[in-house]
């Protein structure tokens, strides 16, 4: 198995996730390219049912087994698995119980979404299970092992519930198999072989809900990984969009330099006035991204950074983030 590389040597299973639009399904399915370089197998899966993974991969709907969604230059590949709740119960009674023929009885009578309804705690632990089993896969010397899990997660504010899953199953199952399940669960997301990475922007709420984040995963004993700071952009004025506020003569000068005679009249002044107002739009910008990104760095965890990339994310963007992913440390 190739030598683990970055500032996660130990770590297994990443977990993103990130509050809705700051573009945590990019974030995961970069952070899998990286982690694939040098010829590592990764697996990238979703949980949510939304098919986010297969739209920035261009390709059909992923399923309940691997599908290979790209190659890396060093040889590595990337897999894709969306994890569906039903066939996730049918796996675990086929495990454990033997009891696939029973499993689709039971999917014909309704029973499966009945018993996820009734214990929603029970579809997380499904859903997570997959995961750690993919994990485990690793001691049992399997035929198919994968040397890094990437699992695009819920948001950021159901993400400690998501992952907690001993304490949302605790109503329904105290003992027997569930917890005993469970209890397994939680032995993988609780250890060293798991991170949770959060994805965030510079903006007040993104980052409030990253702290947050944060604070409810350390408080359930839940392994924090790094901060991806997604979409930046570098400040457009001299003196890093900090400085003086830009004199009308200034722009005056740079209309005329443009063509626009003498900078003077209706159409040179309308210009002015708008570059203006860009620029003071700008300067607020720049001062808000400041304090939010300070925010972010006193919370204490590695923090990556990702550009705003103007021309939309399809892989060879994908290619693009994950090299400077693989740059900063982060695999």
Sequence with gaps: MPEALGDWPDVVLHVVSGKGGTGKTTVAAALALA?????????????????????????????????KLAVTPGGGEVWGLAVDPEEALLEY???????????????????????????PGLRDVLLTGK????????????????????????????????????????????????????????????????AVHLTTLLEEMPVQETIDGVAELEDAALPVGGIVVNMTRPPALSGGGTGPDLA????????????????????????????????????????????ERARIDAVGRPVYDLPY???????????????????????
């Design 35 to 67: 982690l694939a370089g040098d010829g590592r197998q990764v697996m990238l899966m979703e949980v949510e049912g939304r098919q986010g993974l297969a739209q920035i991969f261009d390709v059909p709907p992923l399923p309940y087994e691997p599908r």
């Design 93 to 119: 009674l086929e495990l454990f119980y033997n009891l696939r023929r029973a499993g689709g009885v039971l999917r014909r009578m309704g029973a499966v979404e009945f018993v996820t309804t009734i214990a």
């Design 131 to 194: 995961a750690v089993e993919l994990v485990r896969r690793q001691d049992k010397q399997h035929a198919t092992v994968y040397d890094s899990i990437v699992m695009d997660a819920p948001p950021t504010g159901r993400i400690t519930r998501f992952l907690n899953v001993n304490t949302e199953i605790a109503g329904v199952a105290k003992v027997g198999p569930i917890r005993n399940q469970a209890d397994s669960v939680m032995n993988v997301l609780r250890s060293p072989r798991t």
């Design 248 to 291: 009308r003569e200034q722009v005056a000068a740079g209309v005329s330099a443009a063509g626009f005679a003498r900078g003077s009249g209706p159409d040179a002044e309308a210009i002015i006035d708008a570059l203006l107002a860009e620029a003071g739009d700008h300067r607020a910008r720049v001062a808000m991204e400041t304090v």
């Design 309 to 331: 990339l103007s021309g939309g994310i399809d892989l060879a963007a994908l290619h693009e983030l994950a090299a400077m992913l693989d740059e900063q440390g982060m695999a």
